[in-house]
Structures are given as C-alpha cells and as structure tokens.
C-alpha cells in the first residue's frame, strides 16, 4: 500500500501532464460584475449571475432583512424544523412561474438532480439522455442503477431510434436534457421531445439552469416555444440569473409530495437559509417586472457573435471551440494580459478534442467592453 499523500501526488502529476490539473484562483466579484484576482481588475466573461442580481440593492435588502429576522442558518433538515415559511412562499411562486402544480427547493441544483432523478426511476428502469448533459444529470442517473443510454447531441431522430430498440424491455422511462446546454449555450428542441416523451410514455425532463430570467422573456427555454412543449419534471438553479443559492424542481403535486418523502438529498441535508429563499422571491419579482432588463445578457451575446462572426447565439453562453487544450490555456491567459477573464474549458467538462474558451454574457457588460473583447480576440489570432 502506498501512503495516501503519496498516491495524491502520483495522481495529481499524471492529471498535470495532460493539461489537466485544476488551480482554484481567489476571486472577488465586485458589484457591476467585475472581479479581482491577484490585486488585479478584470472584466469577467464568466458568471453566471447573469442579471447581476448577486448585488442588486433591492435582493441584497431582502437577504439583509430575511438575515435579520431570521437568522443565517435554518438549523436543521426541512423535515425537522428547517422548513421556513419563505420555502414554502418560494415554491409556491416557481410552480405559479414554471405552469405546475407544485415546486420543491432543494440545497443547490447539482442536490435537486441526485435527489430527484433516483427518486423516480430504479434499477429495472432506462434513462435517455442528451450527450451534453450537465454533469449532475449524469451524476443522477448513475445513482438509480437502471439503463443509461445516452443520444447524440439534440439528434431527435437517434434519440427514437434507441426509444424504438429499448424502452419497451423496461418499466419506466425518463428522457433527460439541459435546456440551454451550459456549455454549448444551445436550445434543446424542447417541443420534440414533449411530442416524443408522450408518444413513447416517457418522462421528460429538462435542467434550465440557464434559463430562467434568461430566455423566453426571463421565464426561461420552455417559453422560446409556442405552444409550450408539454415537461412534467421542470428543473433549475436559484444560483444563476437569481443571483442566490439553492436549486429547485416544479412538478405535479403527487410528483412533488413524492420528492419531498424519498429525495435523500431533500431529507438528510439541512434547509436552505431563509436568507437565499428571500434573495430568490426579490429576483423573481424583478425578472418578471423587467422583461427588457432580461433580454440584455442575449443582446450583449449578439453583438459579440456579430463582431465575430460567430453564429447567432440562442442564449448568453458563447463558446468557441479551440479543441486542443493547451492552446486554449494559452488563450484564456493572453485574453486575461488583456484584462479580460474568460475560464478556458477542459475536458472532463467537455469532450475530448472540443477545449473552449466559454464565454457568459451579463446585463451590465458594455458594449464597450464587449468589443474590446472582439479586438483582443482577433489580435491574438484565435478567431481571424
Ligand atoms: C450550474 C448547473 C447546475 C447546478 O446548479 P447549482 O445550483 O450550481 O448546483 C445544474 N445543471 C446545469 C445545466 C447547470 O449549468
């Protein structure tokens, strides 16, 4: 047996001889979306808050006020006594926003997909998911020990030809998919796949962590569609264009009422604080007061796109595929001397061959800034 730290370091140096070892930076994220890093100011092109609601004064009042009265923990499980009233306020709101019955706010959205997703299916049941999927929806499906098969990336027609093949061998069936892919920043042809889940008696669900406040006038991905595409497991973050914490599923009322008796990460992890429950109902009155202030993360990925060349975005998220990763590195820090922060993407986050550079865009960029971007992009040669 080799010792343990032994064994870490062996490990962490084979994963830094591929490029991929990771370096968590200190960041400090300042109030108009800026951050600092090492002592240095750089414009970030990769939040997620993004409306800016982190630091909005009328969400911060809410967190501040909730805070005050409330306290800053919810001192047990929502089971015991951690199920504050502002929980109950929040879900009733997202079920109202969302068209469903029902809601369940989990701890994050990563806790919502391996709590909800195992909940529903088993060990005799089959999952199809997008190839793209977020990371936690794997992560998810991995735990209910079922049949996991996976289709190409938004390919309707491969996804009913393994539908075709398999799902009759099995009980119960989900189909799975992001619904603006976080790393591609494309739509899922949410309205197929309501049409294919019902004709094939599948569950269809979809993660609109980038969604909300986002898309389809800030209610999310399911509003780019008219008619609404029929989802019965609606899932989402209170952590992105909500500028809080927390994740959340909305539902029927069986559906919900069964989540909240069986989801483990629901039952053995302690309650949201009601602070984040109070920061995310403030959000979701500006987003739904602010239909114009919503589109302005799209608008801003627009102009980028254009002064590019890029293909028109269908969301805030740009990527633009480098492939090799040390390249993209290389990128991410020449962009980064130029004062702009961009994460380079790697795999396991992506796949093999398609490194990124991933670019968000956010309420307050300025246009300014955004074509300063395009100029540095095009000096260093990354896209000519
Ligand atoms: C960020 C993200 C999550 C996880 O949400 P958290 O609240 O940050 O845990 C889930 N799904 C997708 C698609 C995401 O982008």
Redesign the pocket.
């Known amino acids: 047996m080799i010792s343990l730290n032994v064994f870490a370091k062996e490990k962490l140096d084979a994963l830094s001889s591929q490029g991929l070892k990771r370096d968590i930076q200190v960041t400090e994220r300042l109030p108009e979306g800026n951050v600092i890093r090492e002592g240095r100011e750089l414009i970030s092109f990769c939040c ?1 808050d993004y409306l800016n609601l982190s630091h909005h004064p009328k969400v911060i009042q809410a967190a501040k006020e909730a805070t005050g009265q409330y306290g800053t923990g919810a001192g047990a499980s929502r089971l015991i006594t951690g199920n504050h009233p502002l929980l109950a306020k929040l879900e009733k709101r997202l079920a109202q926003i969302k068209g469903t019955e029902d809601a369940c706010v989990f701890g ?4 919502t ?1 391996i709590g909800i997703i195992p909940t529903l299916t088993g060990a005799q049941d089959i999952i199809f998911l997008d190839e793209l999927c ?1 990371a ?2 794997r992560a998810g499906s991995d735990m209910t020990g079922g049949k996991i098969l996976y289709f190409r990336h938004n390919d309707m027609g491969h996804l009913q030809e393994l539908i075709t093949q398999n799902r009759h061998k099995h009980p119960n069936a989900m189909i799975i998919t ?1 619904g603006i892919f ?1 790393m591609d920043g494309d739509l899922a042809p949410l309205d197929i796949l309501g049409r294919i889940a019902n004709e094939n008696d599948c569950w269809l669900m979809s ?1 609109d ?2 969604g909300l406040g986002v898309v389809g006038g800030g209610m999310g991905s399911r509003h780019m569609f008219d008619p609404l595409p029929d989802i019965p497991l609606q899932m989402g ?4 264009a909500l500028g809080s914490f ?2 959340y599923i909305c539902a029927s009322k069986p559906v919900i009422d069964l989540i909240k008796t069986r989801a483990r990460s629901l039952i053995y992890t302690t309650a949201l604080p009601p602070a984040n429950a109070a920061a995310a109902l403030a959000a979701l009155d500006i987003i739904e007061d602010e239909v114009d202030y919503c589109r302005r993360p799209i608008e801003h990925a627009t102009l980028f796109a254009e002064l590019l060349g890029l293909p028109e975005p269908q969301s805030p998220i740009v990527p633009i595929i480098i492939g090799d990763t040390d390249r993209t590195m290389t990128y991410a820090a020449a962009l980064e001397e130029d004062g702009f922060l961009i994460t380079g993407i790697r795999p396991p986050t992506v796949a093999e061959g398609t490194a990124r550079l991933r670019f968000t865009f956010c309420a307050n960029h300025k246009q300014e800034d955004i074509r300063a971007l395009a100029a540095s992009i095009k000096k260093h040669g990354i896209i000519t």
């Open positions: 997620n994050t959205g990563y806790m997909n977020h936690c929806l992001d976080s993660d962590a980038h973050t209170l952590s992105k927390g994740g």
